[in-house]
């Protein structure tokens, strides 16, 4: 047992009492934080968060916690903290995440479900304390997909004329994201962090990044999704639902149904360049190839929003006919 599982072991004992419990690893995270699941002799069980101060600040995700349970959705109740040690225990949301349980099925409910917690959380969980998803952080973001995608992973040197065009089609995605209503941005809203719960569903969980952003940026999370992927005319009527109901909750005023879309997919084609960076970064920084699987998935939705918005289908060719070849050809 290492050093950090023995004092978590120990704060654990300490906070739980006499009573008995096993220990095992309950779900892996892109970040430094560890998730281990406390099952006891009567068959209840919690879970536990390490985040090692040193790489981890726990304070965020206390507040954000916070936040989401005074407004009604279902974040993890926190039931014991020493946040100076890193270690949280918490209540047990369960194993089955929206990626296992989603089908053509069960997808209309399970995303009625997340669409209908969306709409609280932009309606009511007040965002003028989370750090501003301003146009500094948006541009960072996609500077990933240069540096760790194109650059490190791919050995992809951009000429003079595409780095142009690169920086153009950037700097309208971040038009687009200033443009829309500020709400309380999850910044992970998607099919591995909302867990199906009986009674309360979803269980939402990842969310100490928040941000004040844009209205549709947790909307394409959820809808195109790195992880899995629906037909678009599904996809798009989601996305119509949503504004009507958004509409109806006073987030939207004038906001027509073709301009909500427009956001929505601008919107996706920067979320979807910081991803495949972000994946390419787990590869070659931290050791975690698992998620280079997910990249051209992630950018073929670039592709397909490159059919029907102008302003990024030069991006989208560079996508399709360079960066996508170079990757089936490492796979």
């Not at 948006?138 to 690169?166: A, C, K, P, V, Y």
């Amino acid at each position: 047992m290492s050093d950090r599982l023995q004092l978590l072991h120990a704060w654990l004992t300490d906070v739980v009492g006499a009573r008995e419990f096993t220990l095992a690893p309950a779900s892996a995270d892109a970040s430094f934080r560890r998730y281990f699941r406390l099952t006891f002799t009567d068959g209840d069980s919690l879970v536990a968060m390490d985040a090692p101060p040193a790489q981890e600040d726990c304070g965020p995700f206390v507040r954000v916690e916070t936040l989401l349970r005074d407004a009604g959705l279902h974040a993890p109740e926190i039931l014991s903290r020493d946040l100076e040690q890193g270690f949280l225990l918490l209540e047990d949301l369960g194993s089955r995440s929206y990626l296992d349980a989603l089908d053509d099925q069960s997808a209309d409910p399970l995303y009625g479900d997340a669409m209908q917690a969306l709409l609280t959380m932009q309606r009511d969980v007040p965002f003028g304390g989370l750090p501003p998803y301003d146009r500094a952080l948006l541009e960072r973001e996609m500077r990933l997909f240069d540096e760790w995608l194109l650059q490190r992973h791919l050995g992809i040197e951009l000429d003079r004329s595409t780095r142009r065009m690169l920086d153009a089609a950037k700097e309208a995605l971040v038009a687009n994201a200033l443009a829309q209503p500020v709400v309380c941005v999850h910044r992970d809203y998607h099919s591995r962090n909302l867990m199906v719960v009986d009674g309360f569903n979803p269980g939402i969980i990842d969310f100490q990044d928040a941000v004040a952003g844009p209205v549709t940026y947790d909307l394409v999370s959820l809808l195109r999704d790195c992880y899995v992927r629906w037909d678009d005319a599904r996809v798009d009527a989601w996305v119509a639902d949503y504004w009507q109901a958004a509409r109806r909750a006073g987030l939207l005023s004038d906001v027509s149904a073709s301009r909500f879309l427009r956001w929505f997919d601008l919107m996706g084609v920067q979320r979807q360049l910081k991803a495949s960076g972000i994946f390419a970064r787990l590869n070659h920084r931290d050791g975690k190839p698992g998620y280079l699987a997910d990249i051209p998935r992630t950018l073929g939705y670039i592709v397909a929003v490159g059919e029907r918005r102008t302003e990024i289908a030069d991006l989208a060719a560079l996508v399709s006919d360079r960066v996508l070849p170079q990757l089936a050809a490492l796979s």
